[in-house]
């Protein structure tokens, strides 16, 4: 069931109004293809959520661009195609997009999660997938946008921030808003700290738009 109805947690009380008792239904897997460049805890919770059968999902391809890093060791545990696309061999971001469009095509992927993926995408990965790309961000968008969200967060002050799955369009971090969690900064509260409590809630929210596309909730102005 992906919803958390624990009335004492103050994030949840503060989470986007989609709470639903269960979406997952039977019928074709959404086929994932996702991109991430580090940990891949968020990579771990979805396929967590299809594992536990609250999201209807397949993982074709993990695509990643830093060699040995910890999510591609994720995805070989999980027994998903890991495929290495190094940007420092690619002379521009488009070169790379190109070879992350291949990939994907490949692998026969329809929706893109961009999971922790720390490149600026372009229109050529972009108009190969229209409305077909998901990203989680570690701020409540549209405050705190690019990297370093989380010290932007902590560097202005915020009492409350969070995160956003979103779709991905040209403009970095903006596109239509599906799910958002918020966190509230704690006094002593440091870089990691606030991180590591905002990413409880990403493992939460992104399996949680993932299975909302997967029904069908969530249309794209191209559907
Ligand atoms: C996540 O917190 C995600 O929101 C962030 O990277 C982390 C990846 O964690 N993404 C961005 O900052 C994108 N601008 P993970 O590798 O453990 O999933």
Redesign the pocket.
Known sequence: MISNSDPTDLTLSLVSPIVLPSLFKEGTPLKLGIM?S??????EAIAEAIASKQLNARIQVLVYNNPGIK?AARAERWGVAAVLLNHREYKRREDLDAAIVETLRQYEVEWIVM??W?RIVTPVLIDAFPDRIVN???SLLPSFKG?R?VEQALDAGVKITG?TVHLVCPEV?SGLILVQAAVPVLPDDTPETL?SR??VQ?HRILPQALAQLAVGMVRSKRD
Do not use: K, L, R
């Open positions: 991430a580090g940990n891949g805890s968020n990579f999510a999971a922790g720390m989680i961000h570690p990297v969200a995160c971090d991180h905002i990413q990403e």
